[in-house]
């Protein structure tokens, strides 16, 4: 099994930038596609972005879309999420995830069917002011 930390979260203004980071641990992450979710306060979570282990496909929610940049370092185990043009209602907890499904929408598909993913991180918080 894979652990998962996350780091980066702090606070920005409007407009501002910050770059998430996700450390793995244990088995061979390469094998694993990977993604972000964030929950808001009050809401329930979400799906944010994804990559595929297999082709490297990427996929990202329509919200952020053009803003947001997922991608990994398989040589540090790492996966980053790039985050621009922030607005408020990016403020949320951010989750890293793992798991072996080999497509991006894997995920998404495990997720929406309240399926167990493999591994999740602690969360890091997003706050962005005005």
């Known amino acids: 099994q894979v652990q998962l930390v996350e780091s980066g979260g702090g606070l920005v203004q409007a407009g501002g930038s910050l770059r998430l980071s996700c450390a793995a641990s244990?088995?061979?992450?390469?094998?694993?596609?990977a993604a972000w979710f964030r929950q808001a306060p009050g809401k329930e979570r979400e799906f944010v972005a994804a990559?595929?282990?297999?082709?490297?496909?990427?996929v990202y929610s329509d919200s952020v879309k053009g803003r947001f940049t997922i991608s990994r370092d398989n040589a540090k185990n790492t996966v980053y999420l790039q985050m621009n043009s922030l607005k408020r209602e990016d403020t949320a907890v951010y989750y890293c995830?793992?798991?072996?499904?080999?497509?991006?929408?894997?995920?998404?598909?495990?997720?929406?069917?309240?399926?167990?993913?493999?591994?999740w991180g602690q969360g890091t918080l997003v706050t962005v002011s005005s």
């Open positions: 995830v793992a798991d072996r499904t080999a497509e991006a929408m894997g995920i998404i598909r495990l997720f929406s069917q309240g399926n167990r993913l493999d591994a």
């Open positions: 990559d595929s282990w297999l082709d490297g496909k990427t």
């Open positions: 244990g088995r061979t992450f390469s094998r694993y596609s």
